[in-house]
């Protein structure tokens, strides 16, 4: 308190004030000399004892402020019952309140990150052990063929990391918010055979049935590159999963409320346990044999919901899985 320039000011005055207010006092009579000094001491003891209060209150929730600068958990700020440092209590707590919820949320993502970091070690670990064992027997094995073998293998390999480096990445930028989506009209069809492009050879090589029933003139809201990227991803997990002589339906719906593409494959469908982690990043599966890296999904989710959109995956009751997006209107 006595470090308050302000209150060394105040208390000069009120002494010069004192002094001068006493001395006038006995310069009357006695009576009022002592009246004046008592009338002096008693509001300086109340002034002393008033602020000695209020400047304890300030240096509680001065020692919080510090408490939460160094993210003390156990932080409590009292009720007060005057106006001014109610108020203050008041804003004070709501900023510690927040500032936890912060700090909170920092945790998480710190966590998340750690955990995402080690997931994407272990994805990238994978083809590059088996990288290595292949360059081993390619170095050891005199049989042309073979070595012919080994060297696709090798090539599938990198093809296979650069599709999953390439995944992070745009991953990583839709989680920095840093992707602008743009907002056009988009042919259906357009987008739909756009999509497939890069998947007819795999489709014939497989001879893999293709069914399309697309109405003309069905138009949706949204960024034409990425939207053929979300259903890109959907159509390799189908093709994958649909395997040789299999069958892939696209089948694309459109009513007042929303616009509806719907993909459905004829493989083994889903697992019932894996139904609610198919779109979480680095879910594979309950089985041990599942391929890929779980990225796929997770990257075709967000962004569908980023521009407005859901998707939906469950089992088709006649076979197979099926996925619903839906654009509202």
Request: hydrophobic share 45%.
């Amino acid at each position: 308190m006595l470090r308050n320039s302000e209150f060394k000011k105040f208390s000069i005055l009120f002494s010069l004030m004192a002094v001068t207010t006493v001395t006038l006092g006995f310069a009357i009579n006695m009576a009022a000399g002592i009246l004046a000094i008592a009338s002096v001491t008693a509001f300086g003891v109340a002034f002393f004892a008033f602020t000695k209060a209020r400047y304890e209150s300030i240096a509680q929730i001065s020692n919080q402020i510090d408490l939460v600068l160094h993210n003390d958990d156990h932080l409590y700020i009292g009720e007060s019952d005057e106006g001014e440092l109610s108020i203050l209590h008041s804003e004070i707590t709501k900023m510690t309140l927040c500032i936890r919820e912060q700090n909170d949320a920092l945790k998480k993502e710190k966590e998340h990150l750690a955990d995402s970091l080690a997931d994407i070690a272990h994805q990238l670990r994978t083809p590059l052990t088996s990288a290595n064992i292949i360059l081993s027997l390619l170095s050891n094995n005199p049989d042309e063929n073979q070595r012919k073998a080994l060297v696709r293998e090798t090539e599938e390999l990198f093809v296979q990391m650069d599709w999953l480096i390439t995944s992070l990445l745009k991953l990583s930028r839709l989680d920095a918010g840093i992707v602008v989506f743009q907002s056009e009209q988009i042919d259906v069809n357009n987008l739909i055979c756009n999509s497939l492009r890069p998947f007819l050879i795999p489709i014939e090589l497989h001879n893999t049935a293709l069914q399309i029933d697309v109405s003309k003139g069905m138009i949706i809201q949204g960024d034409s590159g990425w939207l053929s990227e979300a259903i890109q991803n959907i159509l390799k997990n189908c093709i994958e999963s649909a395997g040789d002589s299999g069958k892939i339906e696209i089948v694309c719906e459109d009513n007042p409320l929303f616009t509806e593409i719907a993909i459905h494959d004829s493989g083994a469908g889903f697992e019932k346990e894996d139904l609610p982690y198919l779109f979480d990043r680095f879910y594979r599966g309950k089985n041990s044999e599942a391929t890929g890296y779980g990225i796929g999904l997770a990257l075709c989710k967000i962004i569908i919901t980023r521009q407005g959109g859901t998707i939906t995956a469950k089992n088709h009751q006649q076979g197979g899985a099926i996925f619903v997006i839906r654009f509202p209107k």
